[in-house]
């Protein structure tokens, strides 16, 4: 019996997503598309003429105010990918092609729950190369007031995510866990972006959120929650703070061998730890599986480490 270990992976078929985006209320439609081994993730415009694709990178994010951003959406960039961003992390797939048919993705119900859905109806393939990991090898942290978030070594992939709200309706709310696909699938996956109603309707009046509804988002006013069915946990406002941090820091660009830890935090602080982490290359390394084939012809060591550098940051 042939058995593989730790291989890359990418889907076992293409799958099509459409809804609307959360800012421009326009119709949005994705196709997943399996990727070869190394390629990670990339988003393609097909509504441009220049075929520019976009690597999923820290160092390509342009905004992070209101979602997560890569380069620019009014020419090729694309919004809001931290959701579809956070179900392949979580879910293990390390190759993708996005195609996308505008400038923001469809926000779905507010979660990442229909992207595990269409992963989960196509499958997944394992492909013949080991998979690579950004491994903490040291502590760093970021500052912002009384929000901070830091980066540690740990044997594993942990989120460790507290907010504090001065609404009753939220509170102080804290979720940690091992980042497991059983565990994004059942703990994570399904818990929807929020915001206050005065918020949003702001944000109405600047031309943004015009896609916004009780479908794809949990609302707060005055201290209560206006969706009828409520909230689908109590503290679902953490989970989709952590889960909102397992899409941005999946932009490392390799799954991450460490803690994560933030109070207070959101993209900008999720992005932030990144820069800080690749501004120090003695913070890192880069480990890599060897491409496993029949088990007998494996080389012995395990992980074995690869030569790390870290990229310029301006």
């Not at 702001?202 to 916004?212: D, E, I, P, V």
Request: with cysteine; proline share 5%.
């Amino acid at each position: 019996m042939t058995a593989y270990v730790d291989r890359q992976t990418t889907l076992a078929d293409q799958v099509t997503l459409t809804g609307i985006g959360v800012h421009s209320g326009k119709p949005a439609s994705i196709t997943l598309v399996p990727a070869e081994a190394c390629v990670g993730v990339v988003f393609s415009r097909t509504d441009s003429d220049s075929s520019k694709e976009i690597p999923a990178l820290w160092d390509k994010v342009s905004a992070t105010a209101l979602c997560t951003v890569l380069d620019d959406p009014s020419k090729d960039g694309i919004s809001t990918v931290e959701h579809l961003m956070a179900a392949l992390f979580g879910m293990g797939i390390d190759n993708v092609i996005v195609e996308i048919d505008g400038p923001e993705m469809p926000i779905m119900d507010g979660s990442s729950h229909a992207f595990v859905e269409a992963i989960e109806q196509v499958g997944i393939r394992k492909l013949d190369r080991g998979r690579r990991y950004l491994k903490v090898k040291k502590t760093v942290r970021v500052d912002n007031g009384s929000a901070w978030c830091e980066l540690h070594p740990y044997d594993g992939t942990k989120f460790d995510i507290t907010i504090d709200f001065d609404t009753p309706a939220i509170g102080n709310q804290k979720f940690v866990s091992d980042i497991t696909p059983d565990v994004f699938r059942n703990e994570l996956c399904r818990a929807r972006t929020f915001g206050y109603v005065k918020d949003v309707e702001q944000l109405w009046k600047m031309g943004f959120a015009l896609g916004s509804s009780l479908e794809n988002s949990v609302a707060i006013s005055d201290d209560k929650v206006l969706n009828p069915e409520g909230t689908r946990w109590p503290d679902e406002f953490a989970r989709h703070k952590a889960l909102d941090a397992v899409g941005d820091l999946a932009l490392a660009g390799l799954p991450i061998l460490g803690l994560y830890r933030s109070f207070k935090g959101g993209h900008k602080m999720n992005h932030s730890i990144l820069v800080r982490l690749f501004e120090d290359p003695s913070a890192f390394e880069i480990v890599e599986s060897p491409a496993f084939r029949q088990v007998g012809q494996v080389d012995k060591g395990g992980l074995a480490a690869a030569a790390a550098f870290g990229p310029d940051v301006s």
